[in-house]
């Protein structure tokens, strides 16, 4: 309904423009700019309705007096981009902003924001498209319009989506969605619902996934959207394809069929069709072969670059399913090809594979081998691990078919490594194990000795009933019992040695069991008491700012505190975060050369206020300023040892940092002049199990957890960190990390 208002306030302007040229041509400068600037908060998502507004505009006499104009440029811009002129709206886009924002108000940085980031899309330019969405969100914020904003969140988390960063697309499907609730436009709701049921869906989630599709597809029945319906019914189908109810995804699939029927377009019923062969490749592979090739046609007429992909990708499962290896081949090097034109890595990476399959198959192992070393090079560098699991156990099976044992040995333990990885083994299963193989050696001995006393009793017997006729052979089999007892009784020992070291390791897990539960109820005790006090005082400061009875000084410095509370509220829950991963062996350890001058000069400026409200001075001795480590995880280090600095220096304090190198380490010293720690605290400090929580100088509160996980990073990069201390006179932290050639040489033992 809003969309038709538009577009009929569209068309009546334009009337008015053909009939009124002098009142247009009369416009002042700051009329005109308004005029024009409220044409761009309209929806212009229709291209047409831009197309003709703006060559009315432009057929106007004299119409060069508005080019200069910010909105006409805007409008410009907007309107080449809805022609596909990209190059040109990138030109007259940049030109008008600059590096000045402060000459334009929020909402027209809003939408310029958002116009550009839509450009930087079509140009591939990914990062930059998403800053200029943050940026369009950031200025959206500061007007009414929160809808448009909503529409932008949900932009960014679609862009998120689409590289597989699922974490991040979620939290901006939930904000957007939040802003959506109280809008009229169900339609753009339901579409954010559906986003979320995909996150869900791909973290395997699939009851989650399920509860937001249901939602949406009620939406877009009541809505008529029939394209949307479309999609949604079939992403339902695909739930249930994934938990093998075959049946009734076929069933969802035809529904969405019905629907895409009544608003015919290719890239939909290409949709549909791929994923119904997908269920028939579980099914009856003809008719794999009958709906992936449905969905060719229709993608290549929408000319859709993923979705050619996923049927070439299908075609070739089914003819590979076939055993008909010549057509299955030629799907995927057709696969492989149209993935290097459009540089999409994992799909060639998924084309190598599946053609190293088949050369597998057909004892072509030269070729083979060099397919799965291609596909596993694509994705390493995409991180791709189901992949790199399914190449090296289809490696390790090459190698053991050529009898090469060592190569075999190494790929199946890469494969080993990856499957752990992505089965996420716990030591719980470690203890189950181990339990198990106790139990087995304990009935094992049971049975050694049962064996030795029937053995026992059956010599006994036939050599009483011998024992005058056949004296000297008597005395032989006692002999030979003698030495089978020394025997039986020498593996006996053997297997109660065995037993003991193994009730020892239970002994030892246990142990570190009951010391890893402590220091867990320690820290959720030291949280829970961090958390809660913060949530007090934003309770109590949010009670004070909605009675109003606060003058202005107090209200300013009620926000000051609500501003430190949640900064250190975050910096807790980040360094939870950050602990976790690295407890997982989830964190990506990437290191490289980078300048450590630039990273402390950031650093220093993010503390400023910190610094300032201390009255500290931090100061720098850079000696060298490239290092080899992981830039991420080291910033995160030092920001938690620049922290516990400032929170234990006294007014006017000083910190010095410096960096030098010694031998083959890059050497980085925090000093303070606080007030120290004692020689107990010291031998606790960067252990988990012994975390504590102290006030800083000015009363800061924290949990001890940050130093914990600077040791962790640092381990990781295989270097240490250590502190000297005196009470009264500060502390002195030095982290030692390998250089480069000291990294790689002894990371390749």
């Not at 716990?426 to 139990?439: Q, V, Y």
């Amino acid at each position: 309904m809003c969309r038709n208002f538009s577009i009929i306030i569209s068309l009546a302007i334009i009337l008015f423009f053909i009939g009124c040229k002098e009142d247009i041509n009369s416009l002042s400068g700051k009329k005109a700019d308004k005029f024009i600037f409220e044409q761009i908060a309209k929806d212009l998502g229709d291209s047409a309705k831009v197309t003709n507004f703006f060559d009315e505009v432009y057929r106007i006499e004299n119409s060069n007096r508005f080019e200069e104009l910010p909105s006409f440029k805007l409008l410009k811009g907007s309107y080449l981009y809805h022609q596909k002129k990209i190059d040109s709206s990138f030109s007259v886009l940049s030109s008008i902003v600059g590096k000045n924002e402060d000459e334009f108000n929020d909402e027209y940085l809003a939408r310029w924001y958002f116009r550009m980031a839509n450009v930087y899309r079509e140009m591939q330019n990914r990062d930059s498209a998403i800053h200029a969405y943050k940026k369009s969100a950031q200025y959206f914020s500061k007007t009414e319009y929160d809808f448009d904003r909503a529409l932008v969140l949900n932009s960014i988390g679609f862009m998120f989506w689409e590289v597989s960063r699922f974490d991040s697309a979620l939290s901006y499907f939930y904000k957007s969605l939040l802003l959506k609730e109280n809008h009229d436009d169900i339609d753009s709701y339901a579409t954010t619902l559906n986003n979320i049921g995909t996150v869900y869906y791909h973290y395997a989630l699939y009851d989650k996934a399920l509860e937001y599709f249901v939602k949406s597809i009620e939406i877009q029945k009541e809505v008529k959207d029939n394209d949307g319906a479309a999609l949604i019914l079939t992403n339902i189908g695909l739930v249930y394809n994934e938990t093998n109810q075959l049946e009734k995804a076929l069933e969802y699939f035809d529904e969405s069929l019905t629907y895409a029927d009544k608003e015919p377009t290719s890239t939909t019923y290409g949709y549909i069709y791929s994923n119904i062969g997908s269920t028939y490749l579980k099914m009856n592979l003809d008719s794999a072969d009958v709906y992936f090739n449905k969905a060719m046609y229709n993608y290549e007429k929408g000319n859709s670059v993923g979705g050619i992909l996923i049927s070439l990708k299908g075609l070739g499962e089914t003819y590979y399913k076939k055993n008909d290896f010549d057509n299955s081949r030629n799907y995927f090097l057709q696969m492989l090809d149209y993935s290097e034109k459009h540089d999409n890595l994992i799909r060639a990476a998924e084309a190598k594979y599946h053609l190293g399959l088949i050369s597998l198959k057909e004892s072509n192992f030269k070729q083979a081998e060099l397919l799965f070393l291609e596909s596993i090079l694509l994705s390493k560098n995409m991180n791709k691990l189901t992949l790199l699991r399914d190449n090296y156990k289809s490696l390790g099976e090459l190698y053991d078919s050529r009898n090469m044992a060592r190569e075999s040995l190494n790929a199946f333990k890469e494969y080993l490594n990856y499957h752990e990885r992505i089965t996420d083994t716990d030591m719980e299963r470690r203890l189950s194990r181990l339990k198990e193989e106790f139990d087995t050696q304990n009935i094992r001995a049971e049975l050694v000795l049962q064996k030795f006393e029937n053995d026992r009793q059956k010599f006994l017997i036939y050599g009483f009933s011998t024992i005058i006729a056949f004296l000297v052979s008597f005395t032989f089999v006692l002999y030979r019992t003698n030495k089978r007892k020394k025997e039986i009784n020498k593996e006996l020992e053997n297997q109660n040695k065995v037993i003991e070291e193994q009730k020892d390791e239970l002994e030892k897990i246990n142990n570190e069991l009951k010391i890893s539960n402590n220091a867990k109820e320690k820290l959720f005790s030291i949280i829970a008491h961090d958390l809660k006090n913060p949530f007090f005082t934003l309770m109590g400061y949010i009670s004070l700012l909605k009675d109003g009875q606060i003058d202005e000084v107090d209200r300013n410095q009620c926000i000051e505190d609500l501003d430190r509370t949640t900064h250190n509220t975050y910096l807790l829950l980040e360094n939870l975060l950050n602990l976790s991963q690295s407890r997982t062996q989830k964190i990506q350890f990437a290191p490289s050369h980078f300048n450590i001058k630039l990273l402390l000069l950031n650093l220093k400026h993010s503390f400023s206020s910190q610094l300032k409200s201390k009255t500290l001075t931090l100061n720098l001795d850079i000696k060298v300023e490239s290092i080899f480590a992981d830039e991420s995880l080291l910033e995160i280090v030092l920001r938690n040892l620049i922290t516990n600095a400032i929170k234990f220096s006294n007014s006017k304090g000083q910190i010095i940092i410096s960096t030098y190198d010694h031998n083959d380490e890059h050497i980085i010293v925090i000093k303070d002049n606080g007030v120290g720690m004692d020689e107990e605290m010291r031998n606790n400090l960067f252990t988990v199990e012994f975390i504590s929580s102290r006030a800083g100088t000015a009363g800061e509160k924290g949990t001890g957890l940050g130093l914990a996980l600077c040791k962790e990073f640092i381990d990781i990069h295989g270097g240490t960190i250590s502190v000297n201390s005196t009470i009264e006179k500060g502390s002195e932290f030095v982290i030692q990390l390998p250089n480069k050639k000291k990294f790689q040489k002894t990371s390749s033992f």
